[in-house]
Structure formats: structure tokens, C-alpha cells
Nanobody, 123 residues
């Protein structure tokens, strides 16, 4: 089985910074894209940033210039550095990975999600 475990969330004042981490573990053959999503109360889950296995990145317009996504392929970990945080960044942040495993002698590739970590930015 595959697990993604996020850490690093918390309460911070506006203008502050946080660094989220997400580590994947289990019977992993490879990890392709990894990304961070967030969901605020009463709103749909939205993409924050994602990164390919080769390091190409993509950001939501609302976080460009403030957030940085990176990954350590050797450790199956993705990070999200969040600077200049705003109250509107408050949400549960989830990581997702497109992960390939070996299932009964056949490769299986699917999306796996972490359990989420709360980020709260006070004004």
C-alpha cells in the first residue's frame, strides 16, 4: 500500500511563512507528478502548485511569487514553501502524487492523496 503523509501546517500571522512537507511511502516503483491542493470551508478543492518528476512547476495565479514547490525524488517527498501568507490562504492543504506500484506482476499507476494539514493565517 501507498501512504502520503503531510506535515508542517499550523497557525501563522499574515505575512508569515510556513513550509509543508509530504512524504510518500510503500511499495512505490516510481512517482510522476506531485502537487499541492487546498480546500477552504464551503469551497471546492483547488490546485495550488504541482511539479513533474523532471522539476517543471505550475502555480495557481493566487500564489505565484509567494509559494515555491520542490521535491526530493530520492526521498519521495514534495515540499511547499509558503511566504507572505494571507488570510485567504487559510485552508486544509493536501498533497497528491501520481504513483506507480507493482500489482500482481502488472504496473498500476494512480493518484494517491494525503490526509491533509490545516493552515490558518490570522489577520
Amino acid at each position: 500500500q501507498v501512504q502520503l503523509v503531510e506535515s508542517g501546517g499550523g497557525l501563522v500571522q499574515a505575512g508569515g511563512s510556513l513550509r509543508l512537507s509530504c512524504a510518500a511511502s510503500g511499495s512505490i516503483v516510481s512517482i510522476n507528478g506531485m502537487g499541492w491542493y487546498r480546500q477552504a470551508p464551503g469551497q471546492q478543492r483547488e490546485l495550488v502548485a504541482d511539479i513533474t518528476s523532471g522539476g517543471s512547476t505550475n502555480y495557481a495565479d493566487s500564489v505565484k511569487g509567494r509559494f515555491t514547490i520542490s521535491r526530493d525524488n530520492a526521498k519521495n517527498t514534495v515540499f511547499l514553501r509558503m511566504n507572505s501568507l494571507k488570510p485567504e490562504d487559510t485552508a486544509v492543504y493536501y498533497c497528491k502524487g501520481r504513483i506507480t506500484t507493482l500489482q500482481r506482476m502488472a504496473y498500476d499507476s494512480r493518484d494517491y492523496w494525503g490526509q491533509g494539514t490545516q493552515v490558518t493565517v490570522s489577520s
